[in-house]
Every structure is written in C-alpha cells, then in structure tokens.
C-alpha cells in the first residue's frame, strides 16, 4: 500500500482532527443578502465545497459589527437572528463530511461601502479604497472587541466548527498592528508592545467566549507593504506573543498593503504556453509571480512559535506542496483562487493527480468581489463576455 503525500495525511486544529492538509482559504462569497444574513445559495456553495474534499474550508472574512462591513453582499454575524440562516451553511458542510470555521474581520477604514464612516486607530488614509477613517475612541475600540467575542458565540451557536481571526490584510486588527495605519500614542499605539494589545485582546474575547475546547485560529499580517510599516521582526514576535495565549494555529500574511495585487499577486507559476491556451493574454507582457511567496515568513512563524501554520499564497502544484510539508516549513495549506476554479481538486489529489492546479491566478474571480456571486469566469466563453461587458461598461472604475 503507497504512503499518502504529506498534504493528504490528517492533521489537528486544536482537539479537531481534520482528514487532510489542504484548506479552502478565506474568500468573499458575495452571495449574502444585502444586510449580512446567509442565503441558500451560499449553503449550496459551501456544500460543493465540502463534497470536494478538502481538509477545511473557511468562510469569506464575516463583519462582526454593521460598521466593519467591507463590501456589499458580505456575510455579517452581528445579531443573533443571523444564527439560523447560518445554521443552514455549517449544517451543508457536515451533511457532506466537512468543517468549516467562520472567519471574523471588521474592515476598519478598508471599506467600499459608502453610507458607513470608516473607522481606524488613527486618522491615515486607506490606500486601497482612498478613505480617510474616523479615530477611534476608547468606547470605540471597547465595542468591537466585545462585537468580535459575542460574533464569536454566535458562530458557534450556528454550528461552526472553530474560528479563524482575520488578522492580516489591511482590515482592522491590522490597521492596529502596523506603525504606519496606528500612530497612537495612548495604550493602543506608540510601540510594538502597545500595538500588540488590540489582536491579543480580540483574541481573549474571542476565547472566552467559545471556551478552551473550539478551535481558534487567525490570519496575522508579518508585515507591510508600505515603505516604514511594519517589520517581520515585530510581527514575528507578535505571531509568538498570541502562540504563548493559546491559539491554535496561524495563517501568515501581508498586514498593511498599498494595492490587493501584493497579497493576491497575478499569473503564479503561470508560463507562457499555458498563458496562452487559457487566453490569459496580459500574462504575455506580465511577469508570472513566483509560487508560495509567504513561504519564508511562515517558516519564520514556525521556528518563533512552535504551533501549526497554515501557509497561503500561490501554491499551485502538487511539488511544492510535498516540498512544504515534509520540510516543516507549515502544517497546512491554504488555497483560494484554486477552489474558486476547481471546488473539488483535493478529490483528484486523492485519486493521484500530480502537477498544478487548473487555475492561471488571473484574478477575475476577484474584480467581481461586491458585484457578483463568486465564481470562475474562464470556464466559458460567454462568462468572460459578460465579465468584458462589467469591466468596461456595468462598473466601469470600479476595477
């Protein structure tokens, strides 16, 4: 009988045994109602899911309170008549032998959403969306760490089987993690130890309120894009800090960034010829990015931490995969345009499949983030027309 590869061998999150390595990453969904609840369309894509083999799947980032809204059509979990809708999701998953953990975030000043005042620890301009934030007050920052911890019951009420923090990335656990979005000079901001207080503090809501047996993880950013943002070093020793707390598990990141295009970076791994039977014509004049960037500061995280890390980020065959879990570099791998191509491809890794992943990281999925339900629009010809049609037409500036 053949030795199973690394990535298809289980693996625990906490006291949760899941079957494998491999973990749907967390990416919007666009497919709740216009206030946040979960819809029967979302059920049957987390369904479709599950049946497709992977270890994991976490949801897109779910807004804890209606101010850290970042997009139209996101999953919100800030009332408790929320619960049930998303009930039907988890109940999906399990019916179809997965897990699933709900991602909560809050957008801070990283929001597209016009009728909400962004809010973040000091008054910078978030270069994603060109927002000037509201400072928060002390209320301010006491209200969404409770949000985040009462968010947290209500997800395990729905059924979740853990939680994963969104940490990284822009949005406001990050905002309070970066020198450069966190010019606080009160307990919240001033130094690395001050700036570390707002994570490990959402974190201990978070615990406290789904106590020691749930599976709590996060995403951390390591550090920034931006020029004088935040150092690995700093992040490194952040990542350590919420590992002596008690979380399970961290998927290392991008914080602060000045464009999506830094974290979810175009044509990984993608040559020319394939480039070109897929029509993936802007590859033919664009530098393909390098597979699983975030490799070195996972391996980073690691060594400073001991714990299990997940590591996202451009991982697309089945090589590197090998090559990243007998190295020790991370325990888990983490994949979101890959799923959005192929829901199922954990399933052919089983059956024996070798080589890359169907999906060219042409991140059109992504442009329609807030618009449209997700999706991959490269299947058929007639989805690439309508998404032609939205680029230069239907939301012409919005790209």
């Not at 199973?4 to 749907?24: D, H, S």
């Not at 809204?69 to 179809?96: F, K, W």
């Not at 879990?325 to 089983?350: C, M, W």
Request: glycine fraction near 8%; charge should be positive; include cysteine.
């Amino acid at each position: 009988m053949s030795i199973p590869a690394a990535f298809l061998r289980p693996g625990r999150f906490g006291r949760l045994e899941v079957e494998n390595r491999l973990v749907r990453a967390a990416t919007s969904e666009t497919m709740a109602t216009a206030d946040g609840k979960a819809t029967s369309r979302l059920a049957d894509f987390y369904a479709t899911l599950a049946k497709g083999g992977a270890g994991l799947l976490i949801t897109g980032h779910i807004y804890v309170e209606q101010r850290g809204q970042c997009s139209p059509n996101q999953i919100g979990l800030y009332a408790d008549d929320m619960i049930a809708d998303l009930r039907q999701v988890t109940e999906a998953v399990h019916a179809n032998g997965g897990r699933i953990f709900a991602e909560l975030s809050h957008a801070g000043s990283q929001t597209a959403m016009p009728h909400i005042t962004p809010v973040s620890p000091s008054i910078v301009t978030n270069e994603i969306f060109e927002r000037a934030a509201k400072e928060m007050a002390e209320q301010d920052i006491a209200d969404v760490i409770a949000a985040f911890g009462a968010a947290a019951k209500r997800a395990v009420a729905a059924g979740f089987d853990g939680i994963h923090l969104h940490g990284g990335n822009g949005y406001l656990i990050a905002q309070f993690s970066s020198p450069h979005t966190n010019r606080r000079t009160d307990a919240w901001g001033g130094d690395a130890k001050r700036r570390d207080r707002f994570f490990l503090d959402v974190y201990r809501a978070v615990r406290k309120a789904v106590g020691p047996d749930v599976p709590v993880t996060a995403r951390i950013g390591i550090a920034d894009s931006v020029p004088n943002g935040l150092t690995e070093a700093e992040g490194i020793a952040r990542a350590a800090l919420l590992a002596q707390h008690g979380i399970d598990a961290l998927e290392v990141s991008y914080c602060v960034m000045r464009t999506y295009l830094e974290n979810i970076r175009p044509f990984v791994a993608l040559d020319a010829w394939r480039a070109a039977k897929d029509w993936v014509l802007p590859r033919l004049w664009t530098p393909a990015a390098k597979e699983a960037y975030y490799r070195p500061s996972a391996r980073a995280v690691k060594q400073a931490t001991g714990i299990p890390v997940i590591l996202v980020g451009g991982i697309r065959d089945t090589a590197t995969m090998q090559d990243i879990i007998a190295s020790g570099d991370a325990d888990f791998l983490s994949f979101a345009r890959p799923f959005v191509r192929e829901p199922d491809f954990p399933n052919t890794l089983k059956a024996g499949r070798t080589g890359r992943v169907d999906c060219v990281s042409c991140n059109i999925c992504l442009m329609h983030d807030g618009f449209d339900p997700l999706q991959c629009w490269r299947k058929r010809a007639a989805d690439l027309a309508y998404h032609a049609y939205c680029r230069f037409w239907r939301d012409r500036g919005a790209y």
